[in-house]
């Protein structure tokens, strides 16, 4: 069973960017399908992206495009999420799931929550 | 992308109730369709995949059905830990969509 580990807190200013690691164990990395989801204080679960390491290539939801980057390193197991120009309205806790063979997400990272202010 | 919308926005039922959520898709998402629960401070909790297949470990008393565009979830009586918000999700498009959510409170 594949557990995954988020890095930890991060506060940030206006404009900058936040790279959050989402580090997964016990099953074949290359195979799993990565996606970040993120929920907004007093909002819904938004999907941002996933990727699949093996073939590595992301996709993203429209909203965030250009603005997120995905990425996977097969060599320490671990899914990237960057993010760009942050502003206020991107103050979240940011989480990463895999999904099944069943298309659901089943596996989900404990969350990091990113704060942005000036 | 494809949009999902739950009805209602929140619901205040009591402990034993039989409760229903429904998502409607903006189009035909066949059974692609999955519910979650999310608790404040916890990471999101699947219950239900493809629909209406229970995901293990969750108790029987939660349920889906539904086809096409419009789904149900149901707990058929519920309980104090069941107080949270239910969220559904479609993956018949890998540009995955969520509802907005159902807060279920306590009356």
């Known amino acids: 069973q594949v557990q995954l580990v988020q890095s930890g807190a991060e506060v940030k200013k206006p404009g900058s960017s936040v790279k959050v690691s989402c580090k997964a164990s016990?099953?074949?990395?290359?195979?799993?399908?990565f996606s970040w989801v993120r929920q907004a204080p007093g909002q819904g679960l938004e999907w941002m992206g996933g990727?699949?390491?093996?073939?590595?290539?992301?996709n993203y939801a429209q909203k965030f495009q250009g603005r997120v980057t995905i990425t996977a390193d097969e060599s320490t197991s671990t899914a990237y999420m960057e993010l760009s120009s942050l502003r206020s309205e991107d103050t979240a806790v940011y989480y990463c799931?895999?999904?099944?063979?069943?298309?659901?997400?089943?596996?989900w990272g404990q969350g990091t929550m990113v704060t942005v202010s000036s | 992308d494809i949009q999902m919308t739950q009805s209602p926005s929140s619901l205040s039922a009591s402990v034993g109730d039989r409760v229903t959520i429904t998502c409607r898709a903006s189009q035909s998402i066949t059974s692609y369709l999955n519910w979650y629960q999310h608790k404040p401070g916890k990471a999101p909790k699947l219950l239900i995949y493809?629909?209406?297949s229970l995901q293990s470990g969750v108790p029987s008393r939660f349920s889906g059905s539904g086809s096409g565009t419009d789904f149900t979830l149901t707990i058929s009586s519920l309980q104090p830990e069941d107080f949270a918000t239910y969220y559904c999700q479609q993956s018949y498009s890998t540009r995955y969509t969520f509802g907005q959510g159902t807060k279920l409170e306590i009356k």
């Open positions: 799931a895999t999904l099944d063979p069943g298309y659901a997400f089943d596996i």
């Open positions: 493809a629909a209406s």
């Open positions: 016990g099953g074949t990395f290359s195979s799993y399908v």
């Open positions: 990727i699949i390491p093996m073939f590595d290539t992301p």
